[in-house]
């Protein structure tokens, strides 16, 4: 069963706190954090700032970017701490306490909850939102570390969260915690380019009248390749065979360091009751004539309500309004007569009068 990152929150608050406790007596103030322009205090307390928000956000529900909290770090009696141990040690006192909040937050959300976050799509759910707080620990964590000096090296399963929720464009390598440090700019990685600019990538959801089309991360797509939900709740004798394998092409594109999450599988979700009823998606990027193939299934106790029809249009109608896409097409068996209403309840048209080699019909709609 997929973990929807309580667990992880709170590994990595308490593994940063067990490194960082016996150095409060340093000078976190004076001290930069490794190649931050911040001090060693400066980024734990935006640590603070990260979690408090992130958990304000998922439990408020929160849609607008305003919706950031700032806290101003104080003793409650209004007696400031006379040494760093007091100061430093009361810092970490409210990293514990914010990443509680945010575990809480994570652990309560319903399944569907999405709140506002810009990178890139402008919302993330539950699991989102614990990825990002255990990156801000992680990340932050080894930053002052590498300021005071010390070593730190997370769990690897910490980093591999990380990487399967919020960076699916990042080809995956053998050290998680390496690549996760390559990924956002600290360190070099054998055989890649150094990282410049980057950003983390929650997954992609588009609404129709009936459905979320919900992208599905590495992460859930290993999870349905290997026969196991997804993180989604599915309707009777769902999901079906080519949601699976749609899952595993996912999975495999993700391995090789060239999936594009927009262009890759999304789990059709009734928006009346959370259940998944069928898978939808592209088998790839579009090539350079712009062109990109999609494929769908449903459960068969979902079929006949038009679902593939309305998600179909949907997801026809996002791709065509970008620069990079200019026509989709779609290989149907000529005896498959309800998927070929549906393509043709879309605009597709048949490409040829005949079947191919493999005894496929194509359909193509132009932008």
């Not at 262009?263 to 592209?282: H, I, N, S, Y």
Request: proline share 5%.
């Amino acid at each position: 069963m997929l973990s929807t990152g309580g667990n992880e929150v709170d590994e990595a608050v308490a593994s940063a706190v067990a490194l960082l406790r016996p150095v409060v007596d340093r000078d976190w103030a004076d001290t930069n954090a490794g190649q931050l322009e911040w001090s060693c205090r400066q980024t734990a307390e935006h640590i603070v700032t990260d979690l408090v928000t992130y958990a304000a956000r998922l439990a408020g529900r929160t849609q607008s970017p305003y919706a950031r909290l700032d806290i101003t770090l104080g003793s409650a009696d209004g007696l400031a701490p006379a040494d760093n141990s007091g100061v430093n040690g009361g810092i970490l006192d409210v990293i514990t306490a914010t990443g509680a909040l945010l575990t809480a937050a994570v652990r309560t959300a319903p399944r569907d909850v999405r709140a506002f976050h810009p990178a890139p799509f402008r919302s993330a759910n539950r699991e989102g939102f614990a990825a990002m707080g255990v990156a801000e620990v992680l990340l932050h964590t080894h930053d002052v570390a590498e300021g005071l000096g010390l070593p730190y090296e997370p769990p690897a399963h910490l980093a591999e969260f990380v990487l399967t929720r919020i960076f699916p464009h990042v080809r995956p390598g053998p050290d998680h915690w390496r690549t996760l440090l390559w990924a956002t700019g600290r360190a070099g990685l054998t055989g890649r380019a150094d990282v410049t600019e980057w950003r983390w990538s929650n997954n992609l959801v588009l609404d129709t009248e009936r459905l979320r089309l919900e992208g599905v991360t590495p992460a859930a797509a290993a999870d349905l390749s290997a026969g196991g939900t997804g993180g989604f709740d599915w309707i009777e004798g769902g999901p079906f065979e080519g949601t699976r394998e749609a899952a595993g092409m996912t999975t495999k594109a993700y391995e090789a360091g060239v999936h594009r999450p927009e262009f890759g599988l999304f789990v059709l979700v009734r928006r009346e009751d959370d259940r998944a009823v069928g898978g939808m998606g592209f088998h790839g990027a579009p090539d350079e004539e712009g062109k990109a193939e999609v494929g769908y299934d449903l459960a068969e106790a979902a079929r006949g309500n038009g679902y593939a029809t309305e998600a179909l249009r949907t997801l026809a109608e996002w791709a065509l309004a970008r620069d990079d896409v200019r026509s989709l097409f779609a290989t149907i068996e000529p005896r498959n007569a309800p998927s070929q209403a549906v393509i043709a309840r879309v605009g597709f048209v048949p490409v040829s009068a005949e079947p191919d080699e493999e005894g496929l019909r194509a359909y193509e709609l132009r932008g």
